[in-house]
């Protein structure tokens, strides 16, 4: 990755999701608002600041450049594009989730 990019994985559970009833919403569902997705970060650029591999991000997939890599399909984004990081590495010592 160059400069501040970022490359997430999809996450394959996020296409479909059940309300709290326990229906089945399609990933085709039209949503009223903008929804946020939750990523796994597998690579960055020398430049990104907040985030490493293998923490958690949350963006906006309307916004989202695709490429596929061996067959599997990842999301590369800028680090700006980052509404919030989920990183395991800050243990027990604060929330861990920086908004």
């Given amino acids: 990755m ?6 997430v994985e999809i996450d394959r559970e996020s296409g479909e999701r059940r309300s709290s ?6 990933a085709t ?5 903008r929804r946020l ?4 970060v597998v690579a960055i650029g ?7 591999a293998g923490d958690r991000v949350l963006f906006d997939p309307e916004d989202k450049s695709e490429v ?10 800028r680090e700006r594009d980052v509404h ?5 590495r800050l243990g027990e010592a604060s929330a861990g989730l920086y908004l």
Avoid at 29 to 33: H, L, N, Q, R
Avoid at 46 to 52: F, G, K, M, Q, Y
């Fill in 68 to 77: 596929e890599v061996n067959g599997d399909v990842y999301v590369v984004m």
């Fill in 29 to 33: 569902a039209a949503m009223g608002g």
């Fill in 2 to 7: 160059l400069h501040d990019r970022i490359m």
């Fill in 84 to 88: 919030a990081v989920a990183a395991d």
């Fill in 46 to 52: 020398p430049h990104v600041r907040a985030v490493e």
């Fill in 37 to 40: 997705a939750w990523s796994r």
């Fill in 21 to 26: 009833g326990g229906i089945v919403i399609p």
